[in-house]
């Protein structure tokens, strides 16, 4: 974990502008190709959900901006975030969160957040749950444009949310929309182009 020096940061002034906002979060929903992640699910016999999280882990970390987390007066930016995504109960209406580690072999990933969904009895680990996350979640009962989420309106919430809803086929491609939630106080939507491309890349990738 690196302490960001705010005396020669040079995000600091726009650090400053956007501390002052009521409300800093914002929204942006973009259209993602998700086709060969279709196809890689279907081949290898793997969850579409668990592997678009972890291609969407792997791209956030590899930004900076994303790994920057508000403490109070102190901006750091950590090593590695993780997932902690929703999970509908098996035979039941209601979702749990899942917290786990992300690993560099999706078919080991995608294996454990299987075994982890299945065998988590409480709504939610208590013991992750820490701001060196990343929250994910998926309607794949329908497809949307826009979306928000829920916030304590404490300024200081860092933690971006990434959901993205059922997918569409368009020219013959799978689509999804997806929506990524964010503090404008450390992240711009030029870091969220960055992130697309890096989504883009590791779809390509697998």
């Known amino acids: 974990m690196e302490i960001i020096d705010q005396s020669s940061w040079e995000r600091k002034e726009i650090f400053d502008l956007f501390s002052g906002a009521d409300y ?5 929903t973009i259209p993602m190709d998700v086709t ?8 290898k016999g793997i969850s579409f959900y668990h592997l678009m999280i972890w291609v969407c882990t792997k791209a ?6 994303f790994r920057l987390r508000v403490r109070g007066d102190t901006v750091v930016r950590l090593d590695r975030t993780e997932p902690s995504f929703t ?3 098996k035979g039941s209406e209601l979702f749990q969160i899942i917290t786990m580690p992300w690993e560099e072999d999706y078919m080991e990933f995608c294996r454990h957040a299987k ?3 299945e065998r988590q009895e409480s709504f939610m680990d208590q013991e992750q ?48 929309h997806l929506s990524v939630e964010v503090n404008h ?7 969220i182009g960055k992130l697309k491309e890096e989504i883009d890349r590791g779809i390509a990738a697998l």
């Open 24 to 28: 800093p979060f914002y929204s942006i």
């Open 36 to 43: 060969r992640v279709k196809e890689v699910s279907k081949e």
């Open 60 to 65: 956030v970390n590899a930004i900076p901006e």
């Open 87 to 89: 999970s509908l109960k």
């Open 115 to 117: 075994e982890k969904s």
């Open 129 to 176: 749950e820490t701001d060196a996350l990343i929250y994910f979640s998926c309607t794949p009962w329908f497809d949307f444009t826009a979306l928000t989420n829920e916030h304590k309106l404490d300024k200081d919430d860092t933690v971006p949310h990434l959901a993205w809803g059922k997918y569409y086929e368009d020219k013959g491609r799978l689509m999804v």
């Open 185 to 191: 106080r450390t992240i711009d939507g030029l870091h």
